[in-house]
């Protein structure tokens, strides 16, 4: 099952920020939370991930709450090709760190608004 | 340009046959992932392998098989016992094993349909 839990969609405005949330309050302290996002028909594409610092880099901003057990996802100037599910994933402890599974949920649909 | 190559896009399997997806990586990764999704849900793991000539199975191994010859390629056999194929089937890759900070990096898919 998976680690977070987010809402199933959301709007934003063309050229606003867009604020997308996550909660992941089981998360264990060694685990990373990722953000991907999936355009329809493609792969998944990775947008950043943090351990507990806010991160940031040329797509979007990752702010994680001192607890960890929230985040939330940040693109400052939302565009229409922004409109895409969102995943916000934790790793899995149960493969002992050997390899970096992700457990996916259903994500967050994102409809970016002219 | 580096990144992940599946192929085919779209493929058709008759009952009772096996195919086989292709997965190449020009990223120099170690580790490579099968993922399976169903329509409006997330992805599921199949395999994965860390290393050349070594792999495992994850939460949805039954039905089918792959092999790990090369470190540029991850083959997936989708065999006649796996009874509901039809999903869009994802490939990635990621560097670092024993270490979960590194991102995995997806493939455009191919998306298998029973005939």
């Known amino acids: 099952d998976a680690k977070t839990t987010q809402p199933p969609s959301m709007d934003c405005a063309e050229g606003r920020a867009a604020n997308l949330p996550c909660n992941h309050s089981?998360?264990?302290?060694?685990?990373?939370v990722y953000w991907y996002r999936q355009i329809h028909s493609q792969g998944p594409q990775y947008i950043i991930h943090?351990?507990?610092n806010n991160e940031t880099n040329e797509m979007a901003s990752l702010i994680i709450t001192e607890d960890r057990k929230s985040s939330t996802l940040i693109l400052p100037h939302a565009t229409l090709r922004d409109t895409a599910v969102y995943y916000c994933?934790?790793?899995?402890?149960?493969?002992?760190?050997?390899?970096?599974?992700?457990?996916f949920g259903t994500g967050t649909l994102l409809a970016v608004q002219p | 340009d580096g990144g992940i190559t599946q192929s085919p896009k779209y493929l058709f399997r008759k009952e009772g046959q096996n195919v086989t997806l292709s997965c190449e990586q020009n990223?120099?990764?170690?580790?490579m992932y099968w993922y399976r999704q169903d329509p409006g849900q997330g992805l599921r793991l199949i395999y994965y392998?860390?290393?050349?000539?070594?792999?495992q199975k994850g939460d949805i191994a039954e039905g089918y098989s792959v092999s790990r010859e090369k470190k540029e390629s991850f083959p997936l056999t989708v065999t006649s016992a796996q009874k509901n194929p039809t999903a869009f089937y994802l490939c990635?890759?990621?560097f670092g094993t024993g270490v979960t900070n590194q991102p995995q990096h997806f493939g455009d898919g191919t998306r298998l349909s029973i005939l």
């Open positions: 392998s860390q290393i050349v000539n070594d792999f």
């Open positions: 990223l120099n990764h170690d580790a």
């Open positions: 943090g351990l507990k």
């Open positions: 089981t998360i264990s302290g060694n685990e990373y």
């Open positions: 994933i934790s790793t899995d402890e149960d493969y002992g760190g050997a390899t970096n599974k992700l457990i």
């Open positions: 990635a890759s990621s």
